[in-house]
Nanobody, 122 residues
């Protein structure tokens, strides 16, 4: 069974930093772009960071996190990271990893992790 497992969330003070990790495990052929989403209490899930699918190295970031968050990927480890700096209370949410994973020659599955909670509070 293919899984995406997030880690690194926790409680941090405003202005602090956290680094989230998402690792893919199980048997699969390939993984597409690995993205980060978040869902704050009472709000819809929103995209935080997603590499562009046009072959460029650019990344789409939510306006609210531009300049503070950075996504990076270790392809060899099937792992994606989200470095979050200058955290604000409004960044409080459950953060989810997402990717389309090719499990067989003809099967692609849109896969979500279980989420890791981030709380920014003094």
């Amino acid at each position: 069974q293919v899984q995406l497992v997030e880690s690194g969330g926790g409680l941090v003070q405003p202005g602090g930093s956290l680094r989230l990790t998402c690792a893919a495990s199980g048997s699969f052929l390939s993984i597409g772009p690995m993205n980060w989403y978040r869902q704050a209490p009472g709000k819809q899930r929103e995209l935080v960071a997603a590499p562009r699918s046009d072959g460029s190295t650019n990344t789409n970031y939510a306006d609210s996190v531009k300049g503070r968050f950075t996504i990076s990927r270790d392809t060899a480890k099937n792992t994606v990271y989200l470095q979050m700096n200058s955290l604000k209370p409004e960044d409080t949410a459950v953060y989810y990893c997402n990717a389309v994973i090719r499990t067989t020659a003809f099967k692609y599955t849109n896969t979500w992790g279980q989420g890791t909670p981030v709380t920014v509070s003094s």
